[in-house]
Every structure is written in C-alpha cells, then in structure tokens.
C-alpha cells in the first residue's frame, strides 16, 4: 500500500556523502542542527531536516523546512516535492483548517507544476484530506461526496496510475459511506411504516451503487416494504435474490420464509 507522505529527495549519492561530511565538521560540537557551509546544499539540507521532522508529526517544524525551499530556492529541482511536503504536513496534523490548507497546497501544485511525474500522487491527496473529514452514515454526507468527485477526477486523468488500486479502494469505502446513509434513511421510513419513502431510497441504492457491500439487506428491506404494500411481483423476485445470492446473510433464513409465505398464497 502506498503510504502519505512519500516526498522523495532526488539526491545524488556523492552529495548525500558531500551533505553529510559538512554536515558532521560543521555540526561538531553545536547543540543543533547547523546548515552546511556550502550553498549548493542547503536546499538538499532543508529538504532532509523537513523530512525528519515529518516523520516525527513536528508538523509546523516540518512545514517550515519545506516552506523555505520553496520560497527561497527557486532554481532548485526539489521545489516541487518541497510543495507536495508541505501538503503532507498538513494532511498528516488532520485537524478541519490544516485539511483545507492541505488541499490547497495540492491544488497548487498541480498548478505550478501540471507536467511533474507526482500529479497524480497531488490529486489523490486532495481526495484524501477530503476522505479524512468523512463522518458516519447519520450525519452529513458532503465530504463524503466530496471524496468520491476527486477520486473520480483522479480516475480520469490518471487511468495508468500506480496508486489506482489504492484509490479504488479509498472509493469504495467512501461509497459505501453514501450508500449507507440512504440505507439508514431507508430503514428509518420502513420502521415508520412509510413505505413509499423507504422503497424510493432502496431503489436509489439499486440504481447508483449496484456494489454496495449491505446489498442484500437493501434487497431484503426493499422486498418487505414490496410486500407490506401489497405490491407481491416485485417483492418475490427480490427475497428470491437474497435467498440464491447471499446464503451467509443474516437475512437469508428471513427472506427464505416470506419467500415461502408469498409463493404458498
């Protein structure tokens, strides 16, 4: 699985010996970090001591290792993963205002730089810090959809995308989130006995998420509200469903007995 926050430094391997020699005569004998006495490093320093605080969840420290690669070396190559870093560092705090700054460092990335090989990491995370905001089935349902219209985004533009199975996955959690909430507002109509309201929503979920992982209780619940409406030609086919197409669900013995109280009438 691809994991946040994979900013790599595209460092040459003699520099990384150059950065660190400096690093140690230099740092001999200091209390902190010292920047190495060569300017054609300190991009490459600033970018390593971002990373170590990253790893460490010093979100601010890190963001301002990363900010002043990208604000004071213009010229340097590891500006664009500097600016995906500083997305990470936001995305990784997860607070409600550091995910809306994530997304908009993402946003401008994919800006400043539209032909970077990690365009596709950018759009993905701006997914992700919207995932990150989703909230139970009860309750409000925006970020949920949110999640599922970047995704889609990313889809589209990057079909090939090594993180595409990664991103599906994250897609159908998030749609199953959706799904679920219509399904509760479903089962909340069918345990007032307003049928007409809970057979639109599981209908609703038929139609627009055939892959919803609680099918069968949809097609269950769908059915009895069928059948406690009288309307038994659609309700048959549907316990017919569940009986043939889910034999472990907590539903099948259930939808195996109207199933026969219905066709014996």
């Not at 209390?31 to 054609?40: C, E, F, L, S, Y």
């Not at 365009?119 to 919207?130: E, K, L, P, V």
């Not at 199953?176 to 909430?181: F, K, M, P, Q, Y």
Request: charged content about 25%; aromatic content about 12%; proline content about 6%.
């Amino acid at each position: 699985m691809i994991k946040h926050f994979p900013s790599v430094l595209r460092i040459p391997c003699a520099s990384v010996c150059i950065l660190f020699l400096l690093l140690g005569l230099v740092a001999c004998g200091a209390k902190g970090p010292v920047r190495p006495t060569d300017p054609a490093l300190a991009d490459q320093y600033l970018m390593m001591q971002g990373r170590e605080a990253l790893g460490k969840k010093r979100w601010i420290e890190a963001r301002e290792y990363f900010r002043e690669v990208v604000e004071n070396y213009p010229g340097s190559p590891l500006r664009p993963d500097a600016k995906l870093a500083i997305g990470d560092a936001y995305l990784g705090e997860g607070t409600t205002e550091s995910l809306v700054l994530a997304a908009n460092e993402y946003r401008e990335f994919l800006t400043f730089y539209p032909n970077n090989v990690r365009t596709d990491y950018a759009q993905y995370s701006i997914a992700m810090t919207f995932f990150k905001q989703m909230r139970a089935p009860a309750r409000d349902q925006t970020p949920t959809r949110e999640t599922l219209a970047e995704l889609d985004t990313f889809f589209q533009r990057y079909p090939t995308s090594p993180m595409a199975a990664e991103a599906k996955a994250k897609w159908r959690i998030a749609r199953d989130r959706l799904s679920a909430a219509s399904y509760e507002v479903g089962v909340s109509y069918y345990k007032r006995k307003w049928y007409p309201g809970a057979i639109d929503r599981f209908r609703e979920i038929v139609r627009e998420d055939p892959g919803f992982s609680r099918l069968d209780a949809v097609y269950y619940h769908l059915a009895e509200s069928f059948a406690r409406t009288d309307i038994k030609g659609e309700a048959v086919p549907l316990f017919d469903r569940v009986v043939k197409d889910y034999p472990t669900s907590e539903y099948h013995e259930k939808a195996q007995k109207r199933l026969q109280e219905l066709t014996v009438q």
